[in-house]
């Protein structure tokens, strides 16, 4: 069983940065790539990022590249979502995910993710 906790979210002003983790625990989540989503009141789940196993490689989605980053730390089973430059558009609930690694292609939909955190509100806000 794999189990997923968030935490760093919180409220800030445009413009700033904050920084989310998720601490996994569970034998096999070191050859697990982990996501993170997001999701706004009334829309569907959307893909942030996600690392691959060995933290090697990571995929950004479109809609925050460049401004957030995604790292992780094995031997404490970390992964890390520095958000920088946030804006109004970025308030949301941010949810760790773990997916089976893939050799071929990212998975950014949330149904490929078969384990979630209970998420953490991040609010933008002037």
């Known amino acids: 069983q794999v189990q997923l906790a968030e935490s760093g979210g919180g409220m800030v002003q445009p413009g700033e940065s904050l920084r989310l983790s998720c601490a996994a625990s569970?034998?096999?989540?070191?050859?697990?790539?982990m996501g993170w989503f997001r999701q706004r009141p009334g829309q569907e789940r959307e893909f942030v990022a996600v690392?691959?196993?060995?933290?090697?490689?990571?995929y950004i989605g479109g809609s925050v590249t460049g401004r957030f980053t995604i790292s992780r730390e094995d031997a404490k089973n970390f992964v890390h979502l520095q958000m920088n430059d946030l804006n109004l558009e970025d308030t949301a609930v941010y949810y760790c995910?773990?997916?089976?690694?893939?050799?071929?292609?990212?998975?950014?939909?949330?149904?490929?993710?078969?384990?979630w955190g209970q998420g953490t509100q991040v609010t933008v806000s002037s």
């Open positions: 690392v691959n196993w060995d933290g090697v490689d990571s």
């Open positions: 569970g034998r096999i989540v070191s050859k697990l790539d």
């Open positions: 995910a773990a997916t089976n690694s893939s050799r071929f292609h990212w998975y950014t939909l949330p149904h490929h993710y078969a384990y």
